[in-house]
Every structure is written in structure tokens, then in C-alpha cells.
């Protein structure tokens, strides 16, 4: 199994020179889902160390200004600044092709260009959008996680606080959607 380089999960379970068969092996499948298990867990005692930090989720936040905050609500957020640091990240993430791979689908809307690489064109059955669970896992993590990890109250570590909250909800978002890999494989193995 090929290590990840970088700090870029979805880089290394589908590497580029891996085909279907590899990719596609419950085995890697496996490996690759107990290193995000482990990341999940240290990125959560991470996001723990902070408070709560609640002014970051509070909806329509002038501080954004009134175009930054109607493009946010057009991709589908509510106007909180901690939507916004997930929106730029997505774009920037975007134009490196994260969103190429077939498990990877952005949080604020079809602009990034979610889940459409070739890749997931040869590997995985298309994605209905109902499978699509970013923005109820956007929900409970910040209404249900969030205050029972970590203590009420605003440390004024809000910007700590949204790049751990990025971490943690791209590495479950993607840990889920690794399932589709999973499906795909068994499907395969039963069909043939």
C-alpha cells in the first residue's frame, strides 16, 4: 500500500497508476478506512481544544459583506462565517482536483465540481444526489458533536477553530462516501 506523501487523503487510495481491480480491493478498501478512522478521532480531539465558538455558526454574518454573503447562500449555505471558510477551501481544493475523485463531494455546491472525474465514471456507478448526506452531517456535527466535545463558550479561536472544523468534516465526509467503494466492490465480486 502506497503511504499518502502529503496531508491530501484522497490522493492515495486511488492512485493514478492503481487500476479498477486495485482500487477496487476490499483489502486497500479496508487499510484506507481504518488511517481515516484514526485521523477522524485525533482531528475530533483536536476540534475539542477549542470552545465551542458559536459566533462562527451563527447564520447571516454581516461581517462577510452583502456579496460574499449572497453567493454563500446561493451555494446552499446559511451565512455563517464557519460556511465560509469551508466555501474558499472547497474552491481552492477545487482547482487541485479534489474533487475529481469519485468519494469526494463539496459541502457548498455543484461550482466545485463534485464527484465528476473520469475516475468516477470508470470506477463507480453515478451517485444519485439523495446519497449525497454533506449537509446533514454539516448539521450534526455542529449542533450535536460539537457541544458535547468541546466546552460552551467563545475562546476567540475562530480561525484554529474553522480549519479544524474543515479537517474534521472533509475526513468524515470522505471516510463516508468511501462506502461507495466498498458497494462497488461487492457488487463486482457478485456479478462476476
Known amino acids: 500500500l502506497r503511504q499518502p506523501a502529503t496531508n491530501e487523503p ?6 493514478p497508476e492503481s487500476g479498477a ?12 478506512l481504518q488511517r481515516m478512522e484514526d485521523s477522524i478521532i485525533f482531528s475530533l480531539i483536536e476540534r475539542s481544544q477549542y470552545r465551542v465558538n458559536r459566533a462562527l455558526y451563527d447564520p447571516d454574518c454581516r ?17 455563517c462565517l464557519g460556511d465560509w471558510f469551508i466555501y474558499q477551501t472547497e474552491h481552492l481544493h477545487a482547482q487541485m482536483g479534489r474533487y475529481a ?4 463531494f463539496a459541502f457548498f455546491g455543484p461550482s466545485c465540481g463534485s464527484g465528476s472525474g473520469l475516475e468516477a465514471e470508470t470506477l463507480l456507478a453515478p451517485v444519485p444526489q439523495e446519497a449525497i448526506v454533506n449537509g446533514k452531517l454539516l448539521t450534526i456535527y455542529r449542533e450535536e458533536m460539537v457541544p458535547a466535545l468541546c466546552e ?7 480561525g484554529a477553530t474553522a480549519v479544524q ?10 471516510r463516508i462516501y468511501l462506502g461507495l ?10 456479478t462476476e
Do not use: C
Request: zero cysteines; aromatic letters at 8%.
Open 152 to 158: 460552551d463558550g467563545d475562546d476567540g479561536n475562530h
Open 181 to 190: 467503494f466498498v458497494a462497488e466492490s461487492k457488487f463486482r465480486s457478485e
Open 63 to 79: 461581517q462577510l459583506g452583502e456579496p460574499k454573503l449572497h453567493q454563500l447562500k446561493s451555494a446552499g449555505s446559511n451565512g
Open 21 to 32: 481491480d486495485r482500487s477496487l480491493s476490499l483489502d486497500r478498501i479496508r487499510s484506507v
Open 101 to 104: 475523485h469519485p468519494t469526494e
Open 10 to 15: 484522497w490522493k492515495f487510495y486511488a492512485a
Open 165 to 174: 472544523d474543515v479537517h474534521v468534516l472533509q475526513t468524515m465526509a470522505t
